[in-house]
């Protein structure tokens, strides 16, 4: 239906579109993303990571398979290591989300973000 054969749409002529749409698409070097809810935590080790930028309104897609934890249990020494070889390491992504959203400097955004361990919400809420 869409272009000849088998898989639809041209991958080079899906990210013309996109651009001509004022949408930017960056793939992500993730090493590991977590997703915390009341009950459980999905850690994603080595997942394909999309970054979509629609005129300011960034959407993220997650791609891959999940060990799946109940929160808070059995991995406080993983937990420990993290917050150990995190310290004073704030993903230089995460810097540049609060720092956009609250308008401070990488530097005040980067000082909240470890005023708050690494916790997004927190650190804009101290800066705004």
């Given at each position: 239906m869409f272009g000849g054969g088998g898989g639809g749409l041209d991958p080079r002529k899906m990210e013309q579109m996109m651009k001509?749409?004022?949408i930017d698409v960056d793939e992500l070097d993730?090493?590991?993303v977590i997703i915390r809810t009341?009950?459980?935590?999905?850690?994603?080790?080595?997942?394909?990571v999309t970054k979509m930028?629609?005129?300011?309104?960034?959407?993220?897609?997650?791609?891959?398979?999940?060990?799946?934890?109940?929160?808070?249990?059995g991995n406080a020494?993983?937990?420990?290591?993290?917050?150990?070889?995190?310290?004073?390491e704030i993903p230089d992504a995460d810097v540049e989300i609060v720092?956009?959203?609250?308008?401070?400097?990488e530097d005040d955004a980067r000082a909240a973000l470890e005023n708050n361990?690494?916790?997004?919400?927190?650190?804009?809420?101290?800066l705004e």
């Open positions: 001509q749409m004022g993730a090493k590991e009341e009950d459980t935590e999905l850690v994603f080790d080595n997942p394909d930028d629609a005129r300011g309104q960034e959407t993220y897609q997650v791609i891959g398979s999940p060990e799946e934890r109940e929160a808070g249990s020494g993983a937990s420990a290591d993290v917050t150990d070889s995190a310290a004073g720092a956009t959203r609250t308008g401070a400097s361990d690494g916790d997004l919400a927190a650190a804009v809420e101290e």
